[in-house]
């Protein structure tokens, strides 16, 4: 390559960068310092010639020179080494640790690691919404207070609940003072979204009982009187991870190779207990899949819900989702 930059021989440039690239590529497992390597190398190629080529040399050579550079950018600069192989599987949490957390979350647990009654429900609830309705983050905090919508459905004779997940009409507006401003990922996020009878329960006991009366608009409310920010989001997930018992830890660990619960591991369980349950009820893979894009705002070509197939056969999951929830909410019930 040396002997190629100070002849300016463009040729043997490009057939050098080619086979560098090439060997890059191939390796077994390349990862993002190859890709750097890649990007810096080819920078200082073209830089350097880009230099050599000012000198006094003839001004037909330097036009040709010049068009191999542009050739030589526009070939390469496009080129990407690929990233390692990383496993497709998304992981759902196991079900000993779902359990563990609705029996730290109960508001009324003993070892529950909110001191607050205010608090614990503020976790609790954010905990149920992103669990059971497959929420982001930026969702979940754009809710409003009034969220929850019900109507009478004649056909079924009962009463059905539902949420909207939509841009707030409050998100630039002075009340919403967090910093970091929440917001919808994309219009396919946009979406309507049924609401069990007992997660309606649960919102209205929240705002009814543990919200307070703050000046702003949103469902979720600190100590503060201020907006569930992205921040104290984390930070209250940090304070669940670090209680949870360490037989939990073990299997944490041992199954999603991590210690930490995060918002949007609820997110993945939803959708692996959400498939797991249309799969059970009938549906063929490609309905399924597709009701969950819709269920949880991905486009009608989204591969991501593909990714969670392979994990809905985690059958404890679903027992611990549809059997202890029920019996836990029987008892929130009753808290006035």
């Given at each position: ?8 021989d463009e040729v043997r440039l490009a057939e050098i960068l080619e086979s560098w690239f090439i060997s890059i590529r191939n390796r077994a497992e390349p990862t993002s310092a190859d890709e750097a390597r890649w990007r810096t190398g080819l920078v200082f190629v073209t830089t350097v010639v880009t230099w050599l080529s000012k000198t006094s040399l003839p001004i ?277």
């Open positions: 390559m040396d002997d190629a930059i100070a002849d300016l037909e050579r330097l036009r040709r020179i010049d068009g191999q550079l542009h050739r030589l950018t526009t070939l390469y600069g496009q080129l990407h080494v690929r990233k390692g192989r990383q496993t497709s599987r998304i992981r759902s949490l196991p079900a000993a640790v779902i359990e563990a957390l609705y029996e730290m979350l109960d508001p009324e647990s003993r070892i529950n690691p909110f001191s607050r009654q205010r608090g614990r429900w503020l976790a609790f609830l954010a905990f149920m919404l992103m669990l059971h309705q497959g929420l982001r983050r930026g969702e979940l905090m754009l809710l409003s207070a009034d969220v929850i919508n019900s109507a009478f459905d004649e056909r079924q004779q009962r009463t059905r609940h539902w949420l909207n997940v939509s841009l707030s009409q409050y998100a630039d507006d002075e009340l919403d003072s967090r910093y970091s401003r929440p917001s919808i990922k994309s219009s396919n996020a946009i979406r309507q979204l049924p609401v069990s009878a007992a997660t309606a329960g649960v919102v209205q006991s929240y705002v009814e009982n543990y919200r307070g009366k703050p000046d702003h608009p949103f469902l979720l409310n600190t100590q503060q009187n201020t907006p569930l920010s992205t921040e104290s989001l984390t930070k209250i997930f940090a304070k669940i991870s670090a209680n949870l018992p360490p037989r939990t830890i073990k299997e944490l660990v041992d199954r999603n190779g991590r210690s930490t619960v995060t918002p949007h591991d609820l997110r993945h369980t939803c959708a692996v207990v959400r498939l797991n349950q249309l799969l059970r009820q009938g549906d063929s893979m490609e309905e399924a899949l597709q009701k969950l894009r819709s269920f949880f705002g991905w486009s009608r070509e989204s591969q991501m819900p593909i990714r969670y197939a392979g994990a809905v056969f985690e059958d404890r999951l679903s027992t611990v989702w549809n059997d202890s929830l029920d019996e836990r909410l029987a008892v929130l019930r009753a808290i006035p």
